[in-house]
Nanobody
Framework: QVQLVESGGGVVQPGGSLKLSCAAS????????MNWYRQAPGKQREFVAT???????YYTESVKGRFTISRDNAKNTASLQMNSLKPEDTAVYYC???????????WGQGTQVTVSS
């Protein structure tokens, strides 16, 4: 069983930055592909970014060039650096892990990001 705990959400003005972190426990972190998803009010949860076990990363088009996903296998942590934030980035951000060992999927509890002036 994998436990994921997100942190780093908050309120920021347009153009500002936030860094989200996801701490994982309960499994071999290096065997987890780590993802970030988000869900805005009244909308479906959507993919934001992923970083594979090999360190490759992929982003949804709307965040390319503004968000950066990274991982620290020594600290069992994945992060999402968000720059040039826009009001439309406002959402609950969820960390998701996909195990390369047994293909199980795990979710964190989410952290709120609000971009508002």
């Amino acid at each position: 069983q994998v436990q994921l705990v997100e942190s780093g959400g908050g309120v920021v003005q347009p153009g500002g930055s936030l860094k989200l972190s996801c701490a994982a426990s309960g499994s071999i972190f290096s065997a987890l592909a780590m993802n970030w998803y988000r869900q805005a009010p009244g909308k479906q949860r959507e993919f934001v970014a992923t970083i594979t076990t090999g360190g490759s990363n992929y982003y949804t088009e709307s965040v390319k060039g503004r968000f950066t996903i990274s991982r620290d296998n020594a600290k069992n942590t994945a992060s999402l650096q968000m720059n040039s934030l826009k009001p439309e980035d406002t959402a609950v951000y969820y960390c998701r892990a996909l195990s390369s060992i047994d293909a199980r999927v795990y979710w964190g509890q989410g952290t709120q990001v609000t971009v508002s002036s």
